[in-house]
């Protein structure tokens, strides 16, 4: 199996914005990032993160744990306390505003609600949360366009300070990163390429207003 070479690894740091990792099947890039979260104890070499740091890890499929809906949103900090009002507006503005009432219920919530669904229950529990860094593997492949920007435009705005690396292939997630590494198949592994991504003026106004309203509160 293609694994990224060392050289690629070292150039593969957190860059404190928004990290976008595109390529070919195969050439290591949800590896990278499971490696990041703590998730691949696999391989050689090492990877410092700043301490203190909170991660969240958001795959393609969340995990959604047997219990109430409220454990499935505070998941896995279920002995965390936030109000009901917290959660629910969460859920409203990730579009699921109907299951504000449902917070006591106990479902198998990964059979109940659909792919669609179950992605925008993990970014409620990114606002809920609020972690430093956010690792996405094809976070949004279940939603369509204009729903994936929306929520990664909230994310984008609420949690502005938060270094966020993703994996994904549609060519809207540009619009939401900083810079693109792509995993090039080589005889002797991965390579990678970085380039700068332009960043609109629309959405440098809407982080700039998101830090202002953080100084003022």
């Not at 293609?2 to 949800?30: I, V, Y």
């Not at 629910?88 to 609600?113: I, M, P, V, Y």
């Not at 972690?131 to 094809?138: A, C």
Request: net charge neutral; hydrophobic share 35%; glycine share 8%.
């Amino acid at each position: 199996r293609d694994r990224p070479d060392q050289g690629a690894l070292a150039r593969a740091a957190l860059a404190g914005d928004q990290d976008l990792r595109a390529g070919e099947s195969g050439t290591g890039k949800s590896t990278l990032i499971r490696a990041i979260a703590g998730l691949w104890p696999w391989g050689s070499g090492s990877i410092k993160l700043p301490p203190g740091k909170r991660i969240a890890f958001v795959p393609q499929k969340p995990y959604l744990p047997i219990g109430t809906l409220r454990d499935v949103l505070l998941y896995p900090e279920a002995e965390s306390r936030v109000d009901d009002e917290t959660v629910r507006d969460a859920l409203k503005r990730c579009g699921l505003a109907s299951l504000g009432r449902r917070l006591d219920e106990e479902e198998r919530w990964d059979q109940t609600l659909s792919g669609g669904e179950r992605q925008r229950i993990a970014f409620a529990r990114l606002l809920i949360q609020k972690p430093d860094i956010i690792i996405m593997d094809e976070a949004t492949s279940a939603l369509d366009e204009a729903s994936q920007d929306s929520l990664l435009g909230l994310i984008d705005s609420e949690l502005s300070y938060a270094t966020i690396i993703s994996v994904g292939h549609r060519p809207g997630l540009e619009d939401f990163h900083e810079r693109k590494i792509t995993f090039e198949k080589r005889e002797a592994g991965a390579h990678l390429t970085s380039k700068r991504l332009t960043r609109s003026l629309w959405r440098l106004f809407r982080r700039g207003e998101a830090a202002n309203d953080r100084s003022a509160a």
